[in-house]
Structures are given as structure tokens and as C-alpha cells.
């Protein structure tokens, strides 16, 4: 019964430790979010985090 207890610890604090590395790993992200993250935080009333906008699209010069 000891090691049964020892073994369901030890599971405990492995779950624990996969836990605070996935909190401690809250970095932004390059790029974009995907379409179904940005429309859960539109629902929510939050803003998607987009680290850079992209500039809008200018005109090309045609050389004639």
C-alpha cells in the first residue's frame, strides 16, 4: 500500500512540474494566431495579440 501511495506522489509531482513548465512558458508567439483562435477571443471580447501588423499593401510600380 506504501508503494502504491509512493508511485500515485511521484505521478502527482510529475504532473505538477509538466504544469508550472507550461505556466512559466507563456511567451508570445511569432506570427499570427489561427482563424479558430481568433474567433474564440473575438467571442470573448478580448483582442488577439498579434505581434506585428502586417503594412498594408501598396500599389506595385509597373516600369513601362
Given at each position: 500500500?506504501?508503494?502504491?501511495?509512493?508511485?500515485?506522489?511521484?505521478?502527482?509531482?510529475?504532473?505538477?512540474?509538466?504544469?508550472?513548465?507550461?505556466?512559466?512558458?507563456?511567451?508570445?508567439r511569432?506570427?499570427?494566431?489561427?482563424?479558430?483562435?481568433?474567433?474564440?477571443?473575438?467571442?470573448?471580447?478580448?483582442?488577439p495579440?498579434?505581434?506585428?501588423?502586417?503594412?498594408p499593401?501598396?500599389?506595385?510600380?509597373?516600369?513601362?
Amino acid at each position: 500500500m506504501i508503494a502504491e501511495l509512493q508511485a500515485e506522489r511521484q505521478r502527482i509531482d510529475e504532473a505538477i512540474q509538466a504544469l508550472e513548465r507550461l505556466s512559466a512558458g507563456k511567451v508570445r508567439r511569432r506570427g499570427r494566431p489561427p482563424g479558430w483562435l481568433k474567433d474564440e477571443l473575438l467571442r470573448n471580447g478580448q483582442e488577439p495579440e498579434d505581434e506585428e501588423e502586417e503594412p498594408p499593401a501598396s500599389p506595385k510600380n509597373k516600369k513601362s
